[in-house]
């Protein structure tokens, strides 16, 4: 049976550009390289893949465009499979399915908050509602290989869905690359029927919207469990330990479920506090600073930036801090403590 190939790049060399036919599957064997892509606002972002793992998958997968241009920094050894091939060797190995299901979730949420950031619109109102939503804002603006994808993948989870008829017209329009109807009334949120969870919800471990279960007592051996611990030691100011046990988490990389993922970010911002706490404001600018470029839409993203403020100040930078206070105050919530605390630093510094 043929297997991937080895491919060897040199320094500055490109992969593939975005917009490129996508054909090939690749892991990063050895070397550097930096994914450049346009996010749904416009922002050009830059992501670094670790050594060991897949990209170009989605686009492989689902035949569309490559989303983003991959380029070596340094020389590289790269695994290159064909999509067979690559279905082929996944095929068995669930923990590689689950684990790309769950960064294919992670990356959707993050459109969603995006796309409702540009839209001026407030929070989730459940998964369905809001892959209809992305789908038909793709459409509105022309993305029709996009927007085809994602009616197609409503179907896929929602066959009976609120929506199903709906997104089976607009798949079939967006398919063939016609303009979105004139005639077609606004989308409206109607919750979905049942509330029964799906079979991706299942693999990922992930409730569903509907349902709220009382949490159960994380395993202390659990990644949940040591970040429990993490926190506690922290709380009690036992630096040393906690820092021990942070040290391993974010190097973790056996992770399955959102609560394994929740206390990865965690471990991540906490350690670059404790950092801060031991008057480490070097160490803890650049921990901290690793946080906002992996976790750019994170739970404690603001609480990092004002900790980077005050690690900058720490170290003496009096114009980083400043900048760093003020991004503190655009971001919500407008009229929390940390939010009146970078106000009071910015008039102090000047």
Known sequence: ?????????????????????????????????ILTFTSVNGNELKEDVRLGEFFGVKSALGKYPREETAQVLGDATILVFKVGEF????????????????????????????????????EVKNAAFELMNVAEVFYKNGNYDHAAYAFGKYLEHYPQGTYASRAKDLLDSASKNSPFPINIPPLEYKAEAGGARTKLQEMLKTPA???????????????????????TLINAEKYGEAETILKSLVTREDSTTQDDE???????????VIHYKKNEFDKAFATLSGYVKNFPKGTFLKEAIFHLAVSAEGMGDKGKAKALYSKVTMLPPADDS???TAKNKLKELG
């Open 1 to 33: 049976m043929a297997g991937p190939i080895v491919r060897n790049y040199k320094n500055g060399s490109i992969i593939y550009f975005e917009k490129d036919k996508a054909e090939d599957i690749y892991v990063l064997q050895k070397g550097r390289v």
């Open 87 to 122: 279905e082929r060797f996944v095929s068995n190995k669930t923990h590689l399915i689950i684990k790309m299901l769950k960064v294919f979730s992670s990356q959707l949420r993050q459109v969603h908050r995006q796309l409702r950031e540009i839209l001026g619109e407030g």
């Open 209 to 231: 919207s509907e349902t709220k279960q009382e949490a159960a007592p994380a395993d202390p051996n659990s990644i949940p469990g040591q970040s429990q611990k993490a926190t």
């Open 262 to 272: 929740k206390a990865i970010e965690k471990a991540n911002y906490q350690l670059g």
């Open 338 to 340: 940390m939010t009146s």
